[in-house]
């Protein structure tokens, strides 16, 4: 059955990419949670989206610009009440331990090519022994290769946002076991082409609750959404049509 992976936590009720939202995704029951990483000046490896501080935090400025103790006195949810600050990957490695998600860690190394990022987030994974748990993507395929070099064991997964001829031979080719999709670049035949293949399938960021039916009927392997709470509601009509 279609997992559902939580895309920056429960973003669509807490600030994205804090705690708050993993802690919520995993109340309301995501399956698993996709979430950001950007290094620090001093190499620590946060989890924000935005290369810059500027949209989601008090603060302003460039991730890579900033040390980790700068990072941390700004305020992660500004939308609600608490304060919160920009997790750690440690942090949230930690927190995993006292359940079984799933997480899909993107490597924000698209636009800043960070140095050493997949070594980093690689050896922090191996640290907590989440390796079966953990699903390295990112837009760089340059450090999804380089990271299945590094570590077979952790399933790897391109994102990409436009439509690709037979998806599933270009993963396989860098020894991929997924694809990530932007939602409007895939069609039900290509979902079904993947799965046949044997190349997991997760759309983002499926919002729409027609989408969510959509990728439930054929069984999609997960989606990434933004609102955990309405896809279990949805999913939970298909589970007891089986």
Request: charged share 25%; with cysteine; hydrophobic share 40%.
């Amino acid at each position: 059955m279609t997992q559902i992976f939580a895309h920056r936590g429960f973003s669509a009720a807490y600030a994205e990419n804090t705690m708050s939202a993993f802690i919520a995704a995993e109340k309301a029951g995501a399956n698993g949670l996709e979430l950001d990483v950007q290094l620090t000046k001093d190499d620590e490896v946060v989890v924000i989206h935005d290369e810059k501080v500027d949209r989601t935090t008090s603060g302003n400025g460039y991730v890579k610009n900033l040390t980790f103790k700068e990072i941390r006195k700004f305020n992660a949810n500004k939308k609600g009440m608490k304060k919160e600050p920009i997790p750690s990957l440690i942090e949230v490695l930690e927190w995993m331990q006292t359940n079984q998600l799933i997480c899909n860690i993107e490597l924000k190394n698209g636009i800043f090519p960070y140095e050493g990022m997949e070594d980093k987030v690689i050896q922090l994974i191996r640290k907590y022994d989440l390796s079966d748990r953990i699903i390295i993507s990112s837009f760089n395929h340059y450090s999804i290769v380089l990271s299945y070099r590094m570590a077979p064991e952790i399933e790897t997964a391109p994102l990409f946002n436009e439509r690709m001829y037979m998806p599933w031979v270009y993963a396989q080719s860098i020894r991929a076991q997924g694809i990530h999709p932007k939602l409007t670049s895939i069609t039900d035949e290509i979902i079904k082409g993947a799965l046949e293949n044997g190349i997991a399938v997760r759309p983002y960021t499926v919002n729409k609750e027609a989408d969510m039916h959509r990728l439930f009927k054929i069984n999609c392997t997960s989606i990434i959404t933004d609102d955990p709470v309405t896809a279990i509601k949805i999913k939970k009509q298909y589970e007891t049509r089986l």
